[in-house]
């Protein structure tokens, strides 16, 4: 079992950058699969990019392509997300989630994919 804990999120006026982290808790953190969504007011929780347990393998959105990076250093039990050139329509809570998987190349976007969910994160960002 992991928990998982964001942290990163602020106000950034559009234009700026964040780094998103996400610290996970228990043992064996390397067969973990790693993602993060993102969730506006009123809309639904949106894929934004996952990340293979071992790093091997990522998978983007196509709104955060050539913007967003995702990574993990799995010896300090923790995901990042590193956004840049962001626009008022990223504002969201954004959150970290993980499923633990036999596969190195595993990168599911579905929510109904990952069992384990941090508390999220706002990001806002102003025009």
């Known amino acids: 079992q992991v928990q998982l804990v964001e942290s990163g999120g602020g106000l950034v006026q559009a234009g700026g950058s964040l780094r998103l982290s996400c610290a996970a808790s228990?043992?064996?953190?390397?067969?973990?699969?790693t993602a993060w969504f993102r969730q506006a007011p009123g809309k639904e929780r949106e894929f934004v990019a996952a990340l293979s347990r071992r790093g091997g393998s990522t998978y983007y959105a196509d709104s955060g392509k050539g913007r967003f990076t995702i990574s993990r250093d799995n010896a300090k039990n923790k995901v990042y997300l590193q956004a840049n050139s962001l626009t008022p329509e990223d504002t969201a809570v954004y959150y970290c989630?993980?499923?633990?998987?036999?596969?190195?190349?595993?990168?599911?976007?579905?929510?109904?994919?990952?069992?384990?969910w941090g508390q999220g994160t706002q990001v806002t960002v102003s025009s």
């Open positions: 228990g043992r064996s953190f390397s067969s973990y699969g």
């Open positions: 989630a993980a499923r633990p998987t036999a596969s190195y190349a595993y990168t599911p976007s579905h929510p109904a994919d990952y069992s384990y």
